[in-house]
């Protein structure tokens, strides 16, 4: 992004650490990792899920201020290139889609079909801005991450929780 290499291609240590993942999720010896992930609030899956979190959001910060230093000049640069970090992957299907389609009215799009993508990255992107322009921009990271990892995982055990009364309710009929 913005002239450089992406970190997974440019890194000595994402191979490393990819390959790990790969031999221990695929010989592990009857899917244990497998089924430790798939359990709603083992903490194995939590972890992974705070630090999938960190990482998306450190992310669109960066990529707000590469913005800001690339382009010192626009206003709107920072706010632009954080939300076509966000959605880059659904621009990518939406042109893979369109080019394999017959009909491209048939596409489907974030932008048309919302899932959440959009909402998050604009109250992430309004979030961060307006406390870095109160508070600077290391007390703004910390507080963007912080807030979304929590919400997360308060969401993720919520989900688990509704899922857990129906089957105690279907089990009561």
């Not at 609030?41 to 230093?69: G, N, W, Y």
């Not at 939300?83 to 932008?111: H, P």
Request: net charge positive; hydrophobic share 40%; aromatic share 10%.
């Amino acid at each position: 992004m913005l002239g450089r290499p992406p970190s997974f291609v440019s890194s000595r240590d994402i191979h490393k650490y990819y390959i790990a993942a790969l031999v221990l999720i695929n010989l592990s010896p009857g899917d244990m990792i497998y089924k430790m992930m798939q359990t709603p609030m083992h903490p194995l899956r939590l972890m992974c899920q705070a630090v999938e979190s960190i990482d998306a959001i450190t992310t669109l910060c960066s990529s707000f201020e590469k913005a800001k230093v690339a382009c010192p000049n626009s206003p709107y640069a920072p706010y632009t290139l954080t939300l076509l970090t966000a959605l880059g992957g659904s621009m990518f299907r939406y042109l893979d889609k369109r080019g394999r389609l017959r009909s491209s009215y048939d596409v489907k799009t974030e932008w048309s079909k919302p899932t959440g993508t959009i909402e998050r990255a604009v109250a992430l992107i309004i979030i961060y801005a307006l406390a870095r322009h109160l508070r600077g921009q290391r007390f703004a990271r910390s507080f963007v991450v912080l807030m979304f990892m929590f919400l997360k995982l308060y969401v993720m055990s919520r989900s688990s929780l509704t899922r857990a009364q129906q089957h105690q309710q279907q089990q009561q009929q």
